[in-house]
């Protein structure tokens, strides 16, 4: 499985970006997806991700204001921001859980949120 992010930008703090991650390859195996971000200086964090059954987990810095959804048809998982602040700023990664428990990454895309 392969995961290519992109989308990430330049915004205004109170603007919106929409991530995209596309996913190739042995799509059959994917149990899990979902979003992750790193900032500078910090762990990589969860931001969210499909959890069983098709819900959805959020981290709790992001509720109401970050939306996870998913278009099946085109192997693409999105990751829509509103209401961005300087604290979102981060490189944001996809990441798949496969069958077996292998985890894998894709490229993170950069947002950087100014104040």
């Known amino acids: 499985v392969q995961l290519q992010a992109s989308g990430g930008g330049l915004v205004q703090a109170g603007g919106s970006l929409r991530l995209s991650c596309a996913a190739s390859g042995s799509i059959f195996s994917i149990n899990v997806m979902g979003w992750y971000r790193e900032a500078p200086g910090k762990l990589r964090e969860l931001v969210a991700t499909?959890?069983?059954?098709?819900?959805?987990n959020y981290a709790d810095s992001v509720k109401g204001r970050f939306t996870i959804s998913r278009d099946d048809a085109k192997n693409t998982m999105y990751l829509q921001m509103n209401s961005l602040t300087p604290e979102d700023t981060a490189v944001y990664y996809c990441?798949?859980?496969?069958?077996?428990?292998?985890?894998?990454w894709g490229r993170g895309t950069l947002v950087t949120v100014s104040s």
């Open positions: 990441r798949a859980s496969l069958h077996g428990g292998i985890v894998r």
């Open positions: 499909f959890i069983s059954g098709g819900t959805t």
